[in-house]
């Protein structure tokens, strides 16, 4: 397709790359020892975040009760989740790391023993204990994320900007 004169046109590629798939705010597949602290950090904002909400919502779940009735001990244990998840995000604790990478296991145990063990659907249960196995995976990432993360170098000075930021 010819080029219009006058009009820009726009490389969604670029913006994709830029905004979404940023090797500086997005570093998911860069290596662990080729990160830098900026890189770290927002790498251990996402998953504090993650964690954050969802174990908020489990733990209002637990109180109010649900289909297997109120759990107070799920709610202490969610609750502690939250707290590690603020721990780790603001002083980048290793202990919180290594509490927060059990939660995952936490939840594979309690799909096999209260939903398959219970006769839930067997579909339902394989598709949460996928997204479990993944997220269990991940934790291995950012356990050695917080490891390392004393040792990571400085980030590097942000961009000056352009207008509005397009290149």
Same mark, same amino acid.
């Given at each position: 397709?010819?080029?219009?004169? /006058?009009?820009?046109?726009?490389?969604?590629?670029?913006?994709?790359?830029?905004?979404?798939?940023?090797? =500086?705010?997005?570093?998911?597949?860069?290596?662990?020892?080729?990160?830098?602290?900026?890189?770290?950090?927002?790498?251990?904002?996402? $998953?504090?975040?993650?964690? /954050?909400?969802?174990?908020?919502?489990?733990?209002?779940?637990?109180?109010? /009760?649900?289909?297997?009735? =109120?759990?107070?001990?799920?709610? $202490? $244990?969610?609750?502690?989740?939250?707290?590690?998840?603020? @721990?780790?995000?603001? @002083?980048?604790?290793?202990?919180?790391?290594? $509490?927060?990478?059990?939660?995952? @296991?936490?939840?594979?145990?309690?799909?096999?023993?209260?939903?398959?063990?219970?006769?839930?659907?067997?579909?339902?249960?394989?598709?949460?204990?996928?997204?479990?196995? @993944?997220?269990?995976?991940?934790?291995?990432?950012?356990?050695?994320?917080?490891?390392?993360?004393?040792?990571?170098?400085?980030?590097?000075?942000?961009?000056?900007?352009?207008?509005?930021?397009?290149?």
């Amino acid at each position: 397709m010819p080029k219009k004169e /006058g009009k820009p046109q726009v490389e969604w590629d670029k913006y994709f790359k830029r905004y979404v798939w940023n090797e =500086r705010t997005t570093p998911y597949f860069t290596p662990v020892d080729k990160l830098h602290q900026g890189q770290a950090n927002s790498e251990i904002f996402f $998953y504090c975040l993650l964690h /954050g909400i969802l174990f908020c919502v489990i733990t209002l779940a637990a109180l109010r /009760g649900g289909p297997d009735g =109120r759990s107070l001990g799920i709610a $202490y $244990y969610s609750f502690s989740v939250v707290v590690a998840a603020v @721990l780790f995000g603001m @002083l980048k604790n290793y202990t919180a790391a290594l $509490y927060m990478s059990a939660t995952p @296991l936490a939840g594979i145990l309690y799909v096999l023993v209260y939903r398959v063990a219970a006769g839930a659907p067997m579909v339902d249960s394989l598709v949460v204990l996928g997204i479990l196995a @993944l997220l269990a995976r991940y934790s291995f990432r950012i356990v050695a994320v917080a490891r390392g993360y004393p040792d990571f170098p400085p980030a590097p000075p942000p961009e000056p900007p352009t207008f509005l930021n397009f290149k």
